[in-house]
């Protein structure tokens, strides 16, 4: 069992940063592939980032030069580091963990708006 716990979301203005952090329970952390999904009012929930064990790197097109993802295996966090945001990118964000089971955090509020 893996428990994921998402902060630093919040109200930020169109042009402005925001970073994620993602904090996971357990020791075998460093084995998970682990990423960012968000579900914006109505839509499905899609794919934000992704980084493996291996530190491989997958963005979705509508993130990339903008969003970066990392994680520190030494604090068992994720990140995500949002520059450069749009309205659309307002959503909830989900922190996620995958081996051979699928874990979810509750999520956290990112709303860009002027």
């Known amino acids: 069992q893996v428990q994921l716990v998402e902060s630093g979301g919040g109200l930020v203005q169109p042009g402005g940063s925001l970073r994620l952090s993602c904090a996971a329970s357990?020791?075998?952390?460093?084995?998970?592939?682990m990423g960012w999904y968000r579900q914006a009012p109505g839509q499905q929930r899609d794919l934000v980032a992704t980084i493996t064990s291996g530190g491989r790197i997958n963005y979705a097109e509508s993130v990339k030069g903008r969003f970066t993802i990392s994680r520190d295996n030494a604090k068992n966090t994720v990140y995500l580091q949002m520059n450069s945001l749009k309205p659309e990118d307002t959503a909830v964000y989900y922190c996620?963990?995958?081996?051979?089971?699928?874990?979810w955090g509750q999520g956290t509020q990112v709303t860009v708006s002027s």
């Open positions: 357990g020791s075998i952390f460093r084995l998970y592939t």
């Open positions: 996620n963990a995958e081996m051979t089971l699928r874990y």
